[in-house]
């Protein structure tokens, strides 16, 4: 069996930055609530005039993940695109990425698990290569949640969070034992699907439906999340799957080097810091500048993180994420 390691990086975020004292124009909100509860001081939201969508900015994130990786677009077997955030209902993105780059028709497929679409995703490649199929494979997350907020006092409690950018990684096989991706873990639990979703449109609330209403109180056709509920089921969910990672390797919480939590809340990274005793130099966090932007924010950290010198060789690092469906994992890194 081989190794995968990661050997490109690279992501993209919209210029337009949205703080928090703009987003009072349009809701009653506060810079002070805001950072108090989530840590967020700004976030990029994409100016539709730029022709940023999904797929762009997740086609921009990728050339320059494949350029780092020393590869071109043709050598890459595979794509792999997570979003909540489609620019399409159908197909899904992937499709879109091989189109923009120009890509031979290789095959693509799109992962819907949210927050936890860059684990599921990195997982999912990380099997391809180790049985031999594919040698170099894109895995991209992207989100545009700009275009979908509810921007409106109602919506305030999920608007403020969110963020749009994309991040893209190229997983390549390898022969060296010990390094690249050590272990993989994937969990769901739908019975909360509800508690972080956005319904409508779907075919459980279909398009026709939703316009023959035309009822100005129907939200379902924006993300709702019962906010308490998620935060207490993610300090717990967070915990496990870096306990369940490290134990799988034979690892204890002091050899982690880097950890990157998905960028929920900073409230949550801080208290899984405190609960694993990591120093502030173990955990890499970048909320305050972006947002929550969901399958991109693993992706988007761990790129930031590895440019700033932060992550070096053999380093140990764990990506670890929990949310919508719910999903959680983790995956933990020999660099
Ligand atoms: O990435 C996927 C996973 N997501 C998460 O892990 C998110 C987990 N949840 C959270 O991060 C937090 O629950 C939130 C940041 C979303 C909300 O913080 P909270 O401390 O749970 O606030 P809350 O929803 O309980 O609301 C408290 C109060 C309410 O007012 P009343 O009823 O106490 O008068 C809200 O109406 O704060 C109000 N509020 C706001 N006020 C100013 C809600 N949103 C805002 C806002 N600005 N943006």
Known sequence: MYNSRITGLGYYVPENVVTNN???????????????????KERRWIDPKTGDTTAVMGAKAAKIAIERANL?????????????????????GGVQIQDLL?????????VRNQCSGFIYSLSIADQFIKTGMYKNILVIGSENHSGGLEKSTRGRGVTVIFGDGAGA????????????????????????????ALIGPSTERWVPEIMEANDPED?????????????????VRFSEAIVEGLQANGLEKDD??????????LRIAQFIQKKFG??????????????????????IALTE???EGKIKDNDLVVLAAFGSGFTWGSVVIRW
Request: avoid cysteine; proline fraction near 4%.
């Open 169 to 196: 990684a190229v997983l390549s096989r390898s022969e060296e034992e010990g390094k690249g991706i050590l272990s993989s873990h994937l969990h769901s639990e739908g019975k909360h699907a509800k508690e972080l």
């Open 102 to 110: 120009e890509m031979p028709t290789i095959g693509a497929l799109d």
């Open 219 to 235: 939200t379902s056709y924006f993300p709702h999340m019962n906010g308490q509920f998620v935060f207490k089921h993610a300090v």
């Open 22 to 40: 703009d987003l009072k124009e349009f809701m009653d909100t506060s810079d002070e609530w805001i950072q108090e509860r989530t840590g967020i």
């Open 305 to 307: 993180a590895w440019e």
């Open 256 to 265: 982690i080097d880097m950890l990157i939590p998905h960028q929920a809340n």
């Open 278 to 299: 990591l120093a502030n130099d173990k955990v890499y966090n970048n909320i305050m500048r972006y947002g929550n932007t969901t399958a991109a924010s693993i992706i």
């Open 72 to 92: 071109t677009k043709d050598d890459i077997d595979f794509i792999i695109f997570a979003t909540l955030s489609p620019d399409m209902y159908f197909p899904g």
